[in-house]
Each structure stands twice: as C-alpha cells, then as structure tokens.
Nanobody, 119 residues
Framework: QVQLVESGGGSVQAGGSLRLSCAASGASVIIFNAMGWYRQAPGKERELVAAITTGSSTKYADSVKGRFTISRDTVKKMVNLQMNSLKTEDTAVYYC????????????WGQGTQVTVSS
C-alpha cells in the first residue's frame, strides 16, 4: 500500500525559507509520472503550487514563481519544494501529490504539512 510521507513544514517569519520533502513508500515497483505540491489555506480551495513531470518540465502557480523551486528524485520516489522569500499569504497546509502510471494509473496524496508564515 503506497503512502506519501511529507516533512519539512513549520513556522517561519516573512522573508524566510522552508524546504518540504515527500517520499513514497510501500510499493516495490511503481512508476510515477507527475509529482507536485498543492496547498489549502483556511476557507479556500486546494490549489496547485508546483508540479514536475518525469521529463523535469515544471509548472508553478503565478503567486510563487521566482520564489519556489520544485525538484524530484525519480529513483528515490521523492519530490521536494524549496520555498524562499516566504510571505504571510503562503500560510497553508501543503499536500504532496503523485500520479502513478505503473502498475496502475492512480493518484496519491500525502497527509499534509502545515506551513505558517508570520509577519
């Protein structure tokens, strides 16, 4: 049973940095194509923050372009999100997302990690 385990959330002052990591475990053979990070702030819908494909093509929300960087380690089944120049509006629960193509096409979610940016 595949599980995504996130780490790296926490509290930081505006202008600071945090690095989120997410690792997939529980499957000996599994291939993920897209990996990404979403976030959900109180009272708001979950939104895409950043995504990366197997070919390392990336996509970012306009609000984080130039500040956040997504990366992946396909062999280790990990995805990371480096967040710099954090703003108070980045405060949210961040969720890791991975989409498998083998042995099945399926979407997996992490449990979420809180990021709080104070002024």
């Amino acid at each position: 049973q595949v599980q995504l385990v996130e780490s790296g959330g926490g509290s930081v002052q505006a202008g600071g940095s945090l690095r989120l990591s997410c690792a997939a475990s529980g499957a000996s053979v599994i291939i993920f194509n897209a990996m990404g990070w979403y976030r959900q702030a109180p009272g708001k819908e979950r939104e895409l923050v950043a995504a990366i494909t197997t070919g390392s093509s990336t996509k970012y929300a306009d609000s984080v372009k130039g500040r956040f960087t997504i990366s992946r380690d396909t062999v280790k089944k990990m995805v990371n999100l480096q967040m710099n120049s954090l703003k108070t509006e980045d405060t949210a629960v961040y969720y890791c997302n991975m989409r498998s193509v083998y042995p099945t096409s399926r979407e997996y979610w992490g449990q979420g990690t809180q990021v709080t940016v104070s002024s």
